[in-house]
Structures are given as structure tokens and as C-alpha cells.
């Protein structure tokens, strides 16, 4: 019981040392800064922000499974839409752009793992652009 007791002491006393200090004004604040996305070329998204950040994988999935199993391509919530206004021009590649600048940063963010590239081009190239 005794060796018990001491070893939540010690376990306690360094949590406390731990998390009473903050390393960074983010920390201090209890928030971790968010990610600083790039918006995209249109006026507004497909659904209002809120729900693009939180239910997107639903509408991607229902397309997927729409087209892989009927066959049906091309609807408000195609993954091709998706990279067409999203895909940014990667720096020091003349006529290419890619979504990892946009869907990474959330990803990696939320720590959730993304296999949509793997099967899909991660990178676009722009029409009248160099071409690999």
C-alpha cells in the first residue's frame, strides 16, 4: 500500500510540473492555433464552411461509393470539383498546382490519415503548363 502511495506522488507532482507550464502563447492559452488555409478560387463552397469542415468525408464518401458502384460521375460533390478550386500553384513548378497544401494542413491537423490520392492525382497541371 505504501509503495503505492508514493509511487502516485511522484506521478502527480510531475504532472504538475508538466502541464502547469506552458511552452508557447498557444499552450498558455489553452488552444492550439489552427491551421491558415488557403480558401479556394470561388465565391463560396459547395455547403456553408462549417459544414465542409465537418461532414466533407460524408459527401466524398456517398460520391465515391455513387460512382465506383452505379457509375454515376459528376455530381455536386465530385473529389474533382473538390481539387479543381482547391489546388494551389506549388512553388517553383511552373503551370502545376496541388491539393496538398490545402487538404494536408487540416489532415495533419486533426491527425487523420487521407487515402484519397491514393487512387487520385495529387497534382493538376494547368492548362497551357509544363507537363512531367
Known amino acids: 500500500m505504501r509503495r503505492s502511495f508514493g509511487f502516485f506522488a511522484i506521478l502527480a507532482v510531475l504532472a504538475t510540473v508538466v502541464l502547469g507550464t506552458p511552452s508557447t502563447a498557444a499552450d498558455a492559452e489553452g488552444r492550439v492555433p489552427m491551421p491558415d488555409l488557403w480558401r479556394g478560387k470561388g465565391e463560396k463552397c459547395l455547403e456553408p464552411a462549417t459544414d465542409m469542415r465537418r461532414y466533407h468525408m460524408n459527401y466524398l464518401k456517398h460520391q465515391r461509393n455513387d460512382t465506383l458502384y ?57 492548362e497551357g503548363g509544363a507537363s512531367k
Open 70 to 126: 452505379k457509375g454515376i460521375r459528376g455530381t455536386k460533390y465530385s473529389l474533382k470539383e473538390c481539387i479543381e478550386c482547391h489546388a494551389v500553384p506549388v512553388p517553383g513548378k511552373k503551370g502545376e498546382r496541388s491539393v496538398e497544401h490545402f487538404c494536408d494542413q487540416c489532415h495533419t491537423y486533426a491527425a487523420v490519415w487521407i487515402d484519397c490520392f491514393q487512387c487520385h492525382a495529387s497534382k493538376l497541371h494547368e
